[in-house]
């Protein structure tokens, strides 16, 4: 049986976008009608079949990356997963995906100024074999970030 998730759940997830830290307790008491135990026992289950992380996000522009960006990223043929790899081990890099559709690989990344940006871009990224030719586009307001994201009505059956 494939494992699914439930209206508790739900109600759990919710909670915790609120506060990640919040006590099981706390949830408990807002769901009203749940132990703290049993919240407890959820969570580790969902946890366990890979359902949620509870991790901590650090803010770019509190730690002086004024300038985020995504860059779409064009590879010579067979070489999308070593570029993809490359780019995990970057340290300004947040977010690496192989896609389908004008580009091969979708990447975000974070500098402290245009120039940082620009030298990320020709010193680092067009030094990793394989990358043919990238698209930036810098952010200049993010509106919606995944922690925002609302569950949906239907989830899919997974």
Request: aromatic share 6%; glycine share 6%; charged share 25%.
């Amino acid at each position: 049986m494939k494992p699914r998730i439930d209206d508790i759940d739900r109600a759990i997830l919710e909670c915790l976008k609120d506060d990640a830290r919040m006590q099981c307790s706390e949830i408990a008491r807002r769901l009203g009608y749940m132990t703290p135990r049993a919240v407890r026992n959820r969570l580790h289950r969902l946890r366990e079949e890979g359902f949620v992380a509870i991790t901590a996000g650090a803010i770019p522009e509190r730690l002086g990356f004024a300038i985020s960006a995504d860059i779409a990223i064009d590879v010579e043929p067979g070489m999308t997963e070593q570029v993809a790899t490359s780019l995990v081990n970057l340290d300004q890099v947040y977010y690496v995906a192989m896609t389908t559709g004008d580009s091969d690989i979708s990447t975000s990344v974070v500098a402290a100024s245009m120039g940082d940006l620009q030298t990320f871009i020709t010193d680092k990224l067009h030094s990793i074999p394989g990358v043919r030719k990238t698209k930036t586009n810098v952010l200049t307001k993010v509106l919606k970030q995944s922690c925002d994201w609302q569950f949906p009505e239907d989830l899919p059956q997974v």
